[in-house]
C-alpha cells in the first residue's frame, strides 16, 4: 500500500469512527430518554444542589465536541511525537473517560448506569476505532 493509500484509508476510517462515536451516544439517549421514558437530571452546575433534565443539545454539543478534540488531540499527538503519540494519546482518553464519569453525589443509581453506559459507547468507538485507524497500527512506523 502506498503512502497516499494509507493515508485516504486512514482518513476514510477515521471520519466513519467520528459519525459513529457522534451518533452512538446520542441514539443512547433518545433510546433511554423517549423510548423507555427515563429522565435523566444532571446538577445546574459543578457542586449545584439544583437539577436539570439533560437536553438534546446539551447530549449533542458535549458528544461533538468529545468526539472532535480526541480526533484532533491524536492527530497532533501522531504528527509531533510519532508511535508514542497512539500510546499517549490511549492513556489520556482513558484517564479523560474515567475522570468525566458520574461520580458526584445527587445522580440516582438509574442515572449513574444510564450516562455511564452513553459515556462507555463514545470511548469504546472512539478509542478503539481511532487506535485502529492510527497510520502505526498498520505499519511499522
Known amino acids: ?5 494509507i493515508k485516504n484509508d486512514t482518513r476514510r476510517g477515521r471520519g466513519l469512527v467520528v459519525i459513529a462515536a457522534i451518533v452512538t451516544p446520542v441514539v443512547l439517549w433518545t433510546l433511554v430518554t423517549y423510548a423507555f421514558g427515563f429522565g435523566i ?13 439533560l437536553e438534546p443539545v446539551a447530549v449533542g454539543v458535549t458528544v461533538v465536541a468529545a468526539v472532535l478534540a480526541g ?18 494519546w490511549t492513556v489520556i482518553a482513558l484517564v479523560v473517560f474515567l475522570g468525566t464519569l458520574p461520580y458526584m453525589p445527587g ?3 438509574t442515572e449513574r448506569l444510564l450516562l455511564g453506559l452513553i459515556h462507555l459507547s463514545l470511548a469504546l468507538i472512539l478509542i478503539v476505532g481511532m487506535r485502529r485507524t ?6 511499522d512506523g
Open 1 to 5: 500500500m502506498s503512502t497516499t493509500e
Open 107 to 109: 445522580f440516582t443509581i
Open 41 to 53: 437530571t444532571v446538577p445546574e452546575s459543578f457542586g449545584s444542589d439544583a437539577r436539570a433534565e
Open 134 to 139: 492510527s497510520r502505526f497500527a498498520r505499519s
Open 71 to 88: 480526533w484532533a488531540s491524536l492527530a497532533l499527538l501522531e504528527r509531533f511525537v510519532g508511535k508514542a503519540g497512539l500510546t499517549v
